[in-house]
């Protein structure tokens, strides 16, 4: 029996070896990134499980004041292939060494090779971080906060859709209907610093009343670019002894831009998102909150590789800037807040030392409409993907 045991060990093993997704995060052409979830489905095995995963490690020193040491996130990425045309992906996400979700679980059947057919716990495709956060695929330390304020990043839901690409004019597809935000999450509410980051329900026990719907275009034609343009329109979900009543429910209208660019040694990048939001006058009233009525952001972004293209490793220095507005309008009595039209700099280094391994350290300038005191913030961190 243990020989049996120890040759099954063995077996599992090797098969976990050879399914492992080999990196390609030191490739800055656009038109050829892919996601974890992306990459494990176009493995090149036959049948059987795929494993990997991402972290980051990170520390955060904002000007005087206490600087932050923190596991952020480690993720565990799991794929099946049961056969040519069925596949199953998950990812279990690790935050701060102590919580843990569910961050994607879908199965996709394959009708053929433009058409996929895809149901479960998904990524929402709005922008471009949402759908690629593994920590080698974009400069600094941190996420654009336009992705956490605004979209917001990690923005998954339960649904179900279709996906696909046509490369003969060099397009991407998708098309899902989701759950949407909760209208009150537990004790939180959808407000103005935030906007609607606290209605995330992200596969736990969610509410559903409406469902939202959501699509995304990738053009990759011309060389060395990829533009995007996304789209997510419903309403978010209230309970049903109370979804008649007025303000239990917001209409959410969100439109997205984003285009990538890279050229030898040089790399851009750039985002607009811009959300509307519906009954947030009856909303705010009934929640005593303080929701804006459209929400708005854009970021640009260049980096530039300091080593020569025949090395593997690379040095990217980067300069982003950031100009978001989650009170970009208000309805009703509510007044205007200034301190959430804000702005950001963030300057910094990508040192990719091999493929899948990144340490980074930027700076950030921080500011808002409202001129209060917003502190400057130093971050350092350590990224893999495997």
Do not use: C
Not at 324 to 352: C, I, P
């Amino acid at each position: 029996m243990s020989k049996k045991i120890l040759a099954f060990i063995i077996t599992l093993s090797a098969s976990f070896v050879y399914a492992q997704t080999v990196p390609d995060s030191l490739s800055i052409n656009p038109q050829n990134q892919q996601n974890a979830a992306q990459r494990i489905l176009s493995g090149n095995i036959n049948t059987g499980v795929t494993v990997g995963g991402y972290g980051e490690i990170t520390y955060n020193q904002p000007e005087a004041d206490n600087g932050e040491l923190d596991v952020q996130r480690l993720v565990l990425l799991f794929g099946y292939k049961f056969n040519d045309k069925v596949q199953f992906v998950t990812e279990i996400e690790l935050e701060h060494v102590e919580e843990v979700f569910v961050e994607q679980a879908f199965l996709q059947y394959s009708l053929n090779d433009n058409v996929n057919l895809r149901g479960g716990l998904m990524l929402v495709p709005m922008g471009i971080v949402n759908e690629y956060h593994e920590p080698t695929t974009f400069n600094g330390v941190e996420r654009p906060s336009i992705d956490g304020s605004i979209v917001p990043t990690t923005w998954r839901e339960i649904g179900f859709g279709v996906s696909g690409r046509f490369d003969e004019v060099s397009l991407r597809y998708q098309a899902y209907i989701f759950n949407g935000f909760s209208s009150v999450n537990g004790t939180k509410v959808l407000g103005g610093k935030n906007g609607l980051r606290n209605g995330r329900q992200k596969g736990i026990r969610s509410t559903v009343d409406s469902p939202n719907f959501s699509a995304k275009l990738d053009f990759y034609g011309l060389p060395g670019l990829r533009l995007g343009l996304s789209g997510y329109f419903g309403r978010t979900q209230a309970e049903d002894d109370v979804e008649d009543i007025d303000g239990t429910s917001v209409g959410i209208s969100m439109v997205g831009f984003d285009a990538r660019y890279a050229y030898q040694r040089f790399t851009a990048r750039g985002q607009f998102i811009h959300a509307s939001i519906s009954d947030t006058e009856d909303y705010n009233n009934l929640n005593v909150a303080d929701l804006g009525s459209a929400l708005q952001g854009y970021y640009v972004e260049a980096a530039y590789n300091l080593l020569p293209l025949t090395k593997q490793q690379q040095l990217f220095a980067f300069a982003r800037y950031e100009d978001f507005d989650t009170h970009a309008s208000v309805d009703g009595g509510l007044m205007r807040n200034d301190s959430y039209d804000r702005n950001e700099w963030t300057f910094g280094l990508s040192y990719k030392v091999a493929p899948g391994a990144v340490v980074k350290a930027d700076y950030q300038i921080k500011d808002n409409a409202a001129g209060s005191d917003v502190p400057n913030q130093l971050n350092i961190g350590l990224g893999v993907w495997f």
